[in-house]
């Protein structure tokens, strides 16, 4: 083969190479040096194996006795791999609170506040993160680009400090919780996690130190964790400009009971920045190289965040924030940062009492079909073979308009953004379904309803995070 290898010129090569599914170009590209500098050299294999698709989504549950579950198309006979949904191949956790904490990229965060994964579902690789001390005074969030570097960080937000309250004696009810409903309540008031000491108890209203701190604070010691140095180290910002209220205001920012979450708040990671929504109704600008953080007001304050659900992610040109009101009222907005100022500009006004989405709760009543997309509740990926068909995010399930029932009702839940076409991925009455937010067109993937899962009024999705598998990655476990 070494004599034969320059028989063509390179640019014929990188011609044909380039016509070649990903499993071939990478058998091609080890058969000798020559082909490999070639590959190499135009990176041919990166479109394949950088984050380029949406695989799936996976998806918290409130009040559900596992961790979460991945709602995809079945692909056990996937020829690059299979997406173990469950993550079956971690370490087993005694942890009940242990979930997905967050997306990036293709690496998943997993774990909860004493346990820490960074996973890679298309390569089974994982690492655990060393223990942080103080991690529930935190929320963590993944840092990972793998166009730019092949190594990520884990940053650690602080919380809204809490107001301290008396500690409960096991089996004590607070007077005004015994037999009253709980509805509205948020889910501070429900499940306090920082408690005063028992020398404080029943002794009337406990000090708030903190109460008018501004906040954000005007600096913070973040602590990042880095898969270069594999250890935490604080990172110190200073905020560009002023605070949005105070810490006594920012608690007020706390999500209804009623409306099921999302406990967390999403990040984005774009251009070097780490854009985290956080409670107080603003988003934390934090770029990675430091020092200095910028405070973004959300386009909606603290009254209509507890009226509808929000979403922040990243789709086709950017940073995208979107809401419900109304029911049925969609409003996106994007992050305009082009003009030496940081504002948000209203791309997407819909009424989805006037969509196809009637259409597709319609098909699921009639037809009582699962799929084309699953839950991944018993681990499709290790049943019999089915034949593997890419997702097709612009014809697949295409349904027509339909009227919608007089007297028919959803509740509908952000599950995220299509990080690379205008689609938001969307959950009514336990039914997936994509809308592309230009065209209209609205296309059913499947059933979202856990066949264990017992329905109530305290049931639905606490957090989900649309997946885009990535086959580089630089992670010191690995499962065969």
Same mark, same amino acid.
């Given at each position: 083969?070494?004599?034969?290898?320059?028989?063509?010129?390179?640019?014929?090569?990188?011609?044909?190479?380039?016509?070649?599914? /990903?499993?071939?170009?990478?058998?091609?590209?080890?058969?000798?040096?020559?082909?490999?500098?070639?590959?190499?050299?135009?990176?041919?294999?990166?479109?394949?194996?950088?984050?380029?698709?949406? #695989?799936?989504?996976?998806?918290?549950?409130?009040?559900?006795?596992?961790?979460?579950?991945?709602?995809?198309?079945?692909?056990? $006979?996937?020829?690059?791999?299979?997406?173990?949904?469950?993550?079956?191949?971690?370490?087993?956790?005694?942890?009940?609170?242990?979930?997905?904490?967050?997306?990036?990229?293709?690496?998943?965060?997993?774990?909860?506040? #004493?346990?820490?994964?960074?996973?890679?579902? $298309?390569?089974?690789?994982?690492?655990?993160?060393?223990?942080?001390?103080?991690?529930?005074?935190?929320?963590?969030?993944?840092?990972?680009?793998?166009?730019?570097?092949?190594?990520?960080?884990?940053?650690?937000?602080?919380?809204?400090?809490?107001?301290?309250?008396?500690?409960?004696?096991?089996?004590?009810?607070?007077? #005004?919780?015994?037999?009253?409903?709980? $509805?509205?309540?948020?889910?501070?008031?429900?499940?306090?996690?920082?408690?005063?000491?028992?020398?404080?108890?029943?002794?009337?209203?406990?000090?708030?130190?903190?109460?008018?701190?501004?906040?954000?604070?005007?600096?913070?010691?973040?602590?990042?964790?880095?898969?270069?140095?594999?250890?935490?180290?604080?990172?110190?910002?200073? #905020?560009?400009?002023?605070?949005?209220?105070?810490?006594?205001? /920012?608690?007020?920012?706390?999500?209804?009971?009623?409306?099921?979450?999302?406990?967390?708040?999403?990040?984005? =990671?774009?251009?070097?920045?780490?854009?985290?929504?956080?409670?107080?109704?603003?988003?934390?600008?934090?770029?990675?190289?430091?020092?200095?953080?910028?405070?973004?007001?959300?386009?909606?304050?603290?009254?209509?965040?507890?009226?509808?659900?929000?979403?922040?992610?990243?789709?086709?040109?950017?940073?995208?924030?979107?809401?419900? =009101?109304? @029911?049925?009222?969609?409003?996106?907005?994007?992050?305009?940062?082009?003009?030496?100022?940081?504002?948000?500009?209203?791309?997407?006004?819909?009424?989805?009492?006037?969509?196809?989405?009637?259409?597709?709760?319609?098909?699921?009543?009639?037809?009582?079909?699962?799929?084309?997309?699953?839950?991944?509740?018993?681990?499709?990926?290790?049943?019999?073979?089915?034949?593997?068909?890419?997702?097709?995010?612009?014809?697949?399930?295409?349904?027509?308009?339909?009227?919608?029932?007089?007297?028919?009702?959803?509740?509908? @839940?952000?599950?995220?953004?299509?990080?690379?076409?205008?689609?938001?991925?969307?959950?009514?009455? @336990?039914?997936?379904?994509?809308?592309?937010?230009?065209?209209?067109?609205?296309?059913?993937?499947?059933?979202?309803?856990?066949?264990?899962?017992?329905?109530?009024?305290?049931?639905?999705?606490h957090e989900s995070f649309p997946y885009t598998p990535c086959l580089?990655?630089?992670?010191?476990?690995?499962?065969?």
């Amino acid at each position: 083969m070494e004599a034969t290898e320059t028989a063509l010129p390179d640019d014929a090569l990188a011609g044909i190479f380039g016509r070649l599914p /990903a499993h071939t170009l990478a058998a091609c590209r080890g058969v000798c040096k020559a082909w490999r500098a070639v590959v190499d050299a135009r990176g041919l294999l990166l479109p394949h194996v950088l984050p380029h698709a949406v #695989r799936g989504i996976f998806i918290n549950y409130t009040d559900y006795p596992r961790p979460g579950l991945f709602f995809a198309r079945p692909s056990s $006979a996937r020829p690059a791999g299979t997406i173990d949904g469950n993550l079956g191949y971690l370490p087993a956790s005694t942890s009940s609170d242990i979930s997905v904490l967050d997306h990036c990229n293709g690496l998943l965060l997993y774990g909860d506040t #004493r346990e820490l994964y960074v996973v890679n579902p $298309a390569t089974r690789q994982w690492e655990r993160l060393p223990v942080l001390p103080d991690a529930s005074e935190y929320l963590a969030y993944l840092v990972f680009d793998p166009a730019v570097s092949l190594h990520y960080e884990v940053v650690m937000v602080p919380r809204v400090p809490e107001k301290p309250r008396h500690l409960l004696r096991l089996g004590d009810v607070p007077e #005004r919780l015994n037999g009253a409903s709980t $509805a509205g309540l948020t889910i501070e008031a429900l499940y306090p996690t920082r408690q005063a000491p028992p020398s404080s108890w029943w002794e009337g209203e406990l000090e708030d130190p903190c109460r008018l701190m501004e906040w954000p604070p005007p600096s913070c010691a973040l602590h990042v964790f880095s898969s270069v140095k594999k250890r935490w180290e604080q990172r110190s910002f200073v #905020r560009e400009g002023r605070a949005v209220g105070t810490i006594e205001d /920012a608690r007020l920012d706390s999500f209804p009971w009623m409306y099921l979450g999302p406990r967390r708040r999403y990040a984005v =990671y774009w251009g070097g920045a780490l854009y985290v929504h956080c409670q107080g109704a603003f988003v934390m600008r934090l770029p990675m190289a430091g020092p200095r953080y910028q405070v973004i007001d959300t386009p909606i304050g603290i009254e209509e965040g507890k009226r509808g659900r929000s979403y922040l992610g990243r789709s086709e040109k950017g940073i995208y924030f979107a809401t419900f =009101y109304d @029911y049925y009222l969609l409003r996106v907005w994007i992050l305009d940062e082009s003009r030496g100022e940081i504002k948000w500009e209203l791309r997407h006004d819909i009424d989805l009492e006037s969509s196809a989405l009637w259409a597709a709760l319609h098909k699921n009543n009639r037809q009582r079909i699962d799929g084309p997309w699953i839950l991944d509740e018993d681990n499709m990926n290790n049943a019999a073979p089915k034949p593997y068909f890419d997702w097709d995010s612009d014809d697949d399930n295409i349904l027509d308009y339909e009227d919608k029932d007089e007297y028919e009702e959803a509740y509908i @839940y952000l599950l995220g953004f299509h990080p690379y076409k205008e689609i938001v991925f969307l959950m009514a009455s @336990y039914i997936g379904i994509a809308y592309h937010l230009n065209s209209s067109k609205v296309q059913y993937l499947g059933k979202l309803y856990p066949k264990d899962y017992d329905l109530s009024s305290v049931r639905g999705v606490h957090e989900s995070f649309p997946y885009t598998p990535c086959l580089v990655g630089e992670l010191l476990g690995t499962i065969q």
